[in-house]
Every structure is written in structure tokens, then in C-alpha cells.
């Protein structure tokens, strides 16, 4: 598969599973859900969906009911997703925003030094 298609699927997964996330849920907790980024496989049948989340939980339990969820959410994917076979979705909690956060806290508190 090329990459550029491959590119592009991951970007309407992002898209769509944003969408679903925040409108179409009923779980207070799935809104709080913000999707960063996804990586597709070259043959459309795995997705790795990264996102974080305002919640109160750790990101494990985030992503337990995420796993949970995964069900539904490939379910509506498979509605609006225009491909033959609608990829497996695997939820992985982004650290490079507080990663990046944490970054800025160490320059900012080196610059105050």
C-alpha cells in the first residue's frame, strides 16, 4: 500500500474517531478524550490511535476503557470510513505532550534561575 494512502487513512481515522469521541459517545469519560495522531499498517488492517485525556484516571485506565470501547468505536468507524476492511484499533496514551509540557517547566525554570 502506498504511503501516501496509508497517510491518508490515518488521517480521517483521526477525523472520524474524534468525532465519535465527542458527539456521538454517551460516556462522559470517552469526551474527555482528545485523539493526537494514528499510524495505519501497510495493508489498512491495524491502527494505533494515540491520544490523552483531561480525566482524572491514569493513563492505563484510560486506555483499558478505551480497549473497551474499541468495539463501538470501530463499529461507527466502519460507517464513515471508506475502505474495504476497517482496521483493528489499538488506543496508546501520547506522552510527547507532557513530555513537551515537562520541557517547558525545566526552561522556564532554568530562565527564572
Known sequence: MSKIKCERVASEIVRI????LAQDSRDELLKTVTITGCTVSNDLSYAKVYFTSTSNLTNKEMEK???????????????QLEVRHTPELQFVYDVSIAYGNRIEELIKEINNK
Not at 17 to 20: A, E, G, K, L, R
Not at 65 to 79: M, N, S, W
Open 65 to 79: 476503557e478505551l480497549k473497551e470501547a474499541a468495539g463501538y468505536i470501530r463499529h461507527e468507524l466502519a460507517e
Open 17 to 20: 474517531v474524534s468525532t465519535i
